[in-house]
């Protein structure tokens, strides 16, 4: 899929309630990525609706969001990675 991506970054503090332990955080460190909607500026599909995804690369690690089938322009996930 080729076009632009138009993207909304939101941040909200709120009390921090600390994640389970794993090797890869310290106890101070959470990253909560919330995917909530995409708006594209074409449907790139010549035949139906585009059916588009999300993914993005984090410190080597790749994440996708689950493929909204016949979304067309305008998808949400509303998925926390």
Do not use: C
């Not at 991506?5 to 090797?23: A, D, L, M, S």
């Not at 995409?38 to 585009?50: E, N, P, T, Y």
Request: proline share 5%; no cysteine.
């Amino acid at each position: 899929m080729t076009g632009s991506i138009k993207i909304k970054v939101e941040f909200k503090w709120v009390e921090y309630i600390p994640p389970p332990t794993h090797n890869l955080l310290d106890k101070k460190s959470l990253l909560k990525v919330v995917v909530h909607e995409a708006h594209f500026l074409k449907d790139s599909d010549f035949i139906g609706k585009q059916d588009p995804f999300i993914r993005f690369v984090y410190d080597g690690k790749s994440f996708d969001t689950d493929v909204k089938d016949d979304a067309g322009k305008d998808a949400k996930w509303d998925e926390t990675f």
